[in-house]
């Protein structure tokens, strides 16, 4: 059964750079395919796409995000990671990694990862 | 790039059904996928393509798209429906762009 569990810091202060990991089991990164995506929601907000990549390392951001995100893939580790710079206090959110399937009619997230609260504050 | 719209919130009764709605011109292009979260819960995937239900998903949940307008059902509302729940399409732009629509509110009375 595939899993996907997001770690990393759970406090990260103002400006300074947020880094998480997703390590998946249960299946390759390197299956074909499937990209791998991370989502946000924000306190109280909707949920956000910020990017998505595939095993071979090509990736796409949100365009309001894209000045600052950076999402890399390890095959050997079987993770992928996401890096957001010069955080402030509107990057607080719960952050997700799932696996982003697609087919000639569409893209779905399927599964999530639990989800990991990141707070940015000093 | 494209935007998704929903209703914020909508009700049913128990046992009745509830159609949710989601806008936008991308959805001529692609299908919707369709999203439900529960309070301190991870989304959880109900509907995706023209109307599949991954497993484990009941079959009470259905979806159905025209022109710019996707719609996911739930036929025999129960109380254990009650969730926000949001649609994802990719954008129309060109580009491997995505966007979540802005949610709805499901309060099963």
């Known amino acids: 059964q595939l899993q996907l569990q997001e770690s990393g810091p759970g406090l990260v202060k103002p400006s300074e750079t947020l880094s998480l990991t997703c390590t998946v089991s249960?299946?390759?990164?390197?299956?074909?395919?499937?990209?791998w995506g991370w989502i946000r929601q924000p306190p109280g907000k909707g949920l956000e796409w910020i990017g998505s990549i595939y095993w071979s390392g090509s990736a796409y951001y949100n365009p309001s995000l894209k000045s600052r995100v950076t999402i890399s893939v390890d095959t050997s580790k079987n993770q992928f990671s996401l890096k957001l710079s010069s955080v402030t206090a509107a990057d607080t959110a719960v952050y997700y990694c799932?696996?982003?399937?697609?087919?000639?009619?569409?893209?779905?997230?399927?599964?999530w990862g639990q989800g990991t609260l990141v707070t940015v504050s000093s | 790039s494209s935007e998704l719209t929903q209703d914020p919130a909508v009700s049913v009764a128990l046992g009745q059904t509830v159609r949710i709605t989601c806008q936008g011109d991308t959805l001529r292009s692609y299908y919707a996928s369709w999203y439900q979260r529960k309070p301190g819960q991870a989304p959880v995937l109900v509907i995706y393509g023209k109307n599949n239900r991954p497993s484990g998903i009941p079959d009470r949940f259905s979806g159905s798209s025209s022109g710019n307008t996707a719609s996911l059902t739930i036929t025999g509302a129960q109380a254990e429906d009650e969730a926000d729940y949001y649609c994802y399409s990719r954008d129309s732009s060109g580009y491997h762009h995505y966007v979540f629509a802005t949610g709805t509110k499901v309060t099963v009375l």
């Open positions: 249960g299946d390759s990164i390197s299956s074909s395919g499937f990209y």
């Open positions: 799932a696996r982003h399937a697609y087919d000639s009619s569409g893209y779905w997230f399927d599964p």
